[in-house]
Nanobody, 127 residues
Framework: QVQLVESGGGLVRTEGSLRLSCAAS????????MGWFRQAPGKEREFVAG????????VYADSVKGRFTISRDNAKNTVSLQMNSLKPEYTAVYYC????????????????????WGQGTQVTVSS
């Protein structure tokens, strides 16, 4: 089994910053594509960011480009999401995602593919 645990969420003001972290256990993440999704109340879960095993290839949703940065540390078995210039529309539960067998970072956009999810961490941006 792969267990993913997110941390770092909380309440932040508009234009503030947060750093989310995802720690894995059960397996090392070096062979997995990693990503972040989010889901606001009453809305569908949506893709936020993805990263390949090497960390050299990343992809972002258009809405967060230039504001969010995804990174990973395979030695520590973690993946992070640095969120800057936050806006109220970013309020959601953010979920860590792990997928085996990923060969292109763009495959991380596909939510329905087999993979593992963390329990989510709440991010609330106040206006």
């Amino acid at each position: 089994q792969v267990q993913l645990v997110e941390s770092g969420g909380g309440l932040v003001r508009t234009e503030g910053s947060l750093r989310l972290s995802c720690a894995a256990s059960g397996r090392t993440l070096s062979s997995y594509g990693m990503g972040w999704f989010r889901q606001a109340p009453g809305k569908e879960r949506e893709f936020v960011a993805g990263i390949l095993r090497s960390g050299g290839s990343t992809v972002y949703a258009d809405s967060v480009k230039g504001r969010f940065t995804i990174s990973r540390d395979n030695a520590k078995n973690t993946v992070s999401l640095q969120m800057n210039s936050l806006k109220p529309e970013y309020t959601a539960v953010y979920y860590c995602r792990a997928r085996p067998g990923v060969t292109s970072v763009h495959q991380m956009r596909v939510m329905s593919a087999f993979g593992f999810w963390g329990q989510g961490t709440q991010v609330t941006v106040s206006s």
